[in-house]
């Protein structure tokens, strides 16, 4: 779920959840939401990553 404000030109991705984890697709459709946020101008992409100690599994969206 992402929220897309053309007037301010601002993208927040709110939630992704991505089933066969490990294989980049998360890194592969935040790729192409930046490519497309240049397209058309956009000013500011937000995006936050959980993981880490402290997290269960099912959250290990980041990289060290």
Request: aromatic content about 16%.
């Amino acid at each position: 779920m992402r929220t897309i404000d053309f007037e301010d030109k601002v993208i927040t991705n709110d939630y992704m959840r991505v089933n066969e984890k490990g294989q980049g697709i998360g890194l592969f459709l935040l790729i192409n939401q930046i490519k497309s946020a240049q397209q058309f101008d956009f000013i500011k992409l937000d995006v936050h990553a959980a993981g880490g100690e402290g997290w269960t599994s099912d959250w290990d969206g980041y990289f060290y």
